[in-house]
């Protein structure tokens, strides 16, 4: 019985002597003064020892050295360190718990986030369509104007956006078309458009609230030129960045094969001395250019002398007819 106390004894004082190895520090006089603890108390090593200094301890000698040494490597051991591992371990601990907590923080106001979407309400849109209106080449004339009716809609707090068609026809005195145009206005917003439709150019007008917009059409101006002085805030933009084309005519067709228009090839065969042989070299893209669809060809053919001429030259269309030829020297 007594010889497994022993082997109990010593194996848990070598045990122990390991952990104050691991701590460092004044941690290894403690384990040295463990192991020698747990070696006296192993038979196989205390017999070695007797047996080296031919001399056999007494139990007395053995229980003290045993009971010294592990009271003074307890001692020694560095309680610190112990408690600042409990401690270093319990503030992980915390810490990965606020963490975490954070961590379901965010993904529950980012959840939430997501059921919030922005909605603004539908704006309420009034049309006007007051046809042809007069003018004398400065403004709009006559009872019914685009100013009269922006006049009268702008009452109507129904209205959100205001958007007036008209037609202004040409001054008797004037040689040009009639124009037709669009009046918008966005009470939300402040913006003020009035916009040339066949052009899309557009007469752009910023910070202009109800109350001066008011002011300037009750003053019975003719056009936009003097609004500035009831709205002082006033941003204009001439915008002509979107401007559309203005060619007359349908734009020309042209081959994905080889790039050619039909109707500049018929042109320029019926009007070749000798047509079968012409052969087309280059063509650039159809393009608008003012009221006209421009395009360039490049052929080679014989004139009437029978000699090989190369021609290069733009070719204007309207209404799919080649109005006019422009060489290129």
Known sequence: MKTIIKWVAGISFCMASLSAFITGGMGIFSGILFIVSGLICLPPFLGYVEAIFDSKLSSTVKYVIVIFCWLLGALLFPKDKAENGIINNNNRDKAQQQKDSSKNTQLSTIEYNKQIVEEKPSLRICK?????VKTNGDGSIGVKTELTELLKLLRNKECDVIEIIFIQASPPDRNYEDMKLKLIYNKVSNRLQNIFTKTNVIEDYNNINEACLTDFLKSGKKNFNSLSDYCKDMKYDFNNRQMNQTAIGLKPEQSEIDASVKIVKDFIKSNAKNASSIKFLEWSKVSSFGEN?????????????GAIITEN???YI????VVDIRAIQ
């Open 128 to 132: 006007s369509d007051i046809g042809k």
């Open 293 to 305: 669809w421009v395009v360039r060809c490049k052929y080679k053919g014989t004139n009437s002398f």
């Open 313 to 315: 030259s733009w070719y």
């Open 318 to 321: 309207q209404d799919s007819k």
